[in-house]
């Protein structure tokens, strides 16, 4: 069955830490990876993606993730956040079959204290 | 990319009553989705809408519940029929401009609560 697992729920790190959100996915054939982003009071937006080359994508404010085939995840990471960066974040992945519906993560709520 | 506006933004309505919520885009676009998000919870996908044919449901949601139309290549409604307090729940419109797998965008959802 397709799915998509986020192991962290809830993150709280001090300004500054280094971050870290995985994401594994189970997904027949060839794979389109997301990262979303919803800040408090603002709509889904995408932070990054992977579609093909590269496995390291960089994406908006400093964000990066890898795709590691092997291991079938997909981790976000950023070297220092920001108070900014509170928000609640969501792997998604799509691909050629299943109709091309997008299945996401349950999300992870990420809060920064300043 | 596109820019997806939604009506109504939020409503609170009574059990029995059904909702239309509208979805614009401001691009035309191939496919468009409508999700249900519970407080604290993922999206969860309702249907998918594409235009000149019939919305493709998920399993657990059926048309008589959550009628789709998509006229055209920028526009979709969802209708919730016949509410209860279990349909209360933030609903989400998206699109996709490409013709397969491709990025979403997402518009602000509607808020609903149903007494």
């Known amino acids: 069955a397709q799915s998509v697992s986020q192991h962290n729920h809830h993150v709280i790190l001090s300004e500054a830490a280094s971050l870290e959100l995985g994401c594994n996915y189970s997904y027949g054939g060839t794979v389109n990876l997301f990262w979303y982003v919803q800040y408090p009071g603002q709509h889904l937006q995408l932070l990054l993606k992977?579609?093909?080359?590269?496995?390291l994508v960089k994406g908006i404010k400093g964000f990066e993730a890898e795709f590691i085939k092997s291991k079938f995840s997909f981790n976000l990471r950023k070297p220092s956040v920001q108070w900014s960066d509170t928000a609640e974040y969501f792997c998604a992945v799509n691909g050629n079959t299943g109709g091309f519906k997008t299945i996401f993560g349950a999300g992870t709520r990420l809060f920064v204290k300043a | 990319s596109a820019v997806i506006s939604q009506k109504p933004s939020r409503d609170i309505c009574q059990r029995g009553t059904s909702l239309t919520i509208q979805c614009q885009v401001d691009?035309?676009?191939?496919?468009m989705f409508w999700y249900r998000q519970q407080p604290g919870q993922s999206l969860t996908l309702i249907a998918t809408?594409?235009?000149?044919?019939?919305?493709?449901?998920e399993s657990g949601f059926v048309i008589d519940k959550f009628p789709i139309s998509r006229p055209n290549l920028t526009f979709s409604t969802l209708t919730v029929s016949n509410m209860s307090p279990e349909d209360s729940s933030i609903y989400l419109c998206?699109?996709?401009?490409?013709?397969?797998?491709?990025?979403?965008?997402f518009g602000p959802g509607t808020r609903l609560t149903v007494l």
């Open positions: 809408a594409n235009q000149g044919s019939e919305a493709t449901y």
């Open positions: 691009s035309q676009v191939t496919m």
């Open positions: 998206s699109a996709s401009p490409g013709q397969g797998a491709d990025t979403q965008y």
């Open positions: 992977y579609f093909s080359g590269d496995p």
